[in-house]
């Protein structure tokens, strides 16, 4: 292919993906009542290849909105549920001896799925919590020794309780710095809350979604979105947007959160429909690809107004 060609079939494949990702958006829609926006980072997310945490209060949809999106893609869907006693091996599976065969059978746990929904992650211990790790960074799975990949695509969608701290783990910083981002539903408005009650009279809205993309279209749009054009330009933001929160911050942005930031906003921009990353882009998914990793020292605000601060602060240039 010429050079031509080569553009015009990444500008096309960019637009595919584009087209694919709203219509799960808006798949998503049919079951979780407003909370656009959230739904939208949770598709960037996915695009870019992050991971999401989402924290909350009890009741308000997250499992529903993780299930919603692994039906909307077709994608094979696992739930762990996180508890005190909860062993690593209950997540990546263990090696079982055959009597028969006489050998040992290696029997995949719920962390070989394409999206893979961590239940009240911060409710087991952080031997077990880190049982993800791997999978999330490597997208492999090591047990008693062997090496073995996860699905292709690969999703964690984590959530912990905003409210009922007893009996909890917090999440170490290294393991937060792993999720693309961090996210919230929050209550539902007046008239949110009546069109969720009349939605779940009789079956509940999740039963009946059909998808509408195929786990193959999820792995090409994925493809297509490494691909959008990141600028110099871009990068020396992302860049100063970073190292902001670093001068500012008890514990800044990690060079791994400015690369989250970068392929969220690859995301962003497959999305809105474009082969190449605009800084609007970037500063969409700042807050909920940043905010996380940010620790500010007592008395100094919330980490997400600090880099609301970092955004109106650092120049475009």
Do not use: W
């Not at 077709?74 to 762990?80: Q, T």
């Not at 809105?272 to 990793?293: F, I, K, T």
């Not at 107004?305 to 970092?310: F, S």
């Amino acid at each position: 292919m010429s050079d031509a060609e080569n553009t015009a079939a990444g500008e096309e494949a960019v637009r595919e993906a584009g087209t694919t990702a709203r219509r799960v958006v808006a798949n998503i829609g049919e079951v979780i009542v407003g909370n656009e926006e959230t739904i939208e980072h949770l598709v960037v997310a996915l695009l870019g290849r992050g991971h999401v945490l989402l924290e909350d209060v009890p009741g308000v949809g997250k499992t529903m909105l993780a299930r919603a999106l692994a039906t909307s893609f077709e994608c094979d869907f696992k739930r762990v549920q996180f508890t005190p006693d909860l062993l690593p091996s209950d997540i990546t599976g263990v090696n079982v001896f055959d009597q028969a065969s006489r050998e040992f059978e290696f029997r995949r746990g719920p962390v070989f799925a394409n999206v893979v929904l961590a239940d009240e992650i911060n409710r087991a211990p952080p031997k077990t919590q880190s049982a993800l790790l791997e999978a999330m960074e490597e997208e492999t799975v090591t047990v008693d020794g062997d090496t073995r990949p996860v699905p292709d695509p690969f999703f964690v969608v984590a959530t912990q309780n905003s409210v009922e701290r007893d009996r909890t783990y917090e999440l170490p910083a290294a393991e937060l710095d792993r999720f693309g981002m961090k996210l919230s539903l929050g209550y539902p408005n007046e008239e949110e809350e009546r069109e969720v009650l009349g939605r779940v009279v009789g079956n509940h809205p999740i039963e009946a979604l059909d998808p509408v993309a195929t786990t193959a279209e999820l792995r090409e749009a994925r493809a297509a979105t490494a691909e959008v054009t990141v600028s110099e330009a871009v990068r020396a933001y992302v860049t100063r947007l970073a190292r902001y929160t670093r001068e500012n911050a008890q514990l800044g942005v990690s060079p791994r959160g400015s690369v989250a930031l970068s392929r969220a906003a690859q995301g962003r921009a497959v999305l809105e429909g474009r082969d190449y990353v605009v800084p609007d882009d970037v500063q969409q998914e700042a807050v909920p690809a940043l905010a996380h990793r940010v620790r500010v020292g007592r008395g100094e605000g919330s980490a997400r107004e600090l880099v609301r601060e970092a955004l109106d602060a650092v120049a475009v240039e």
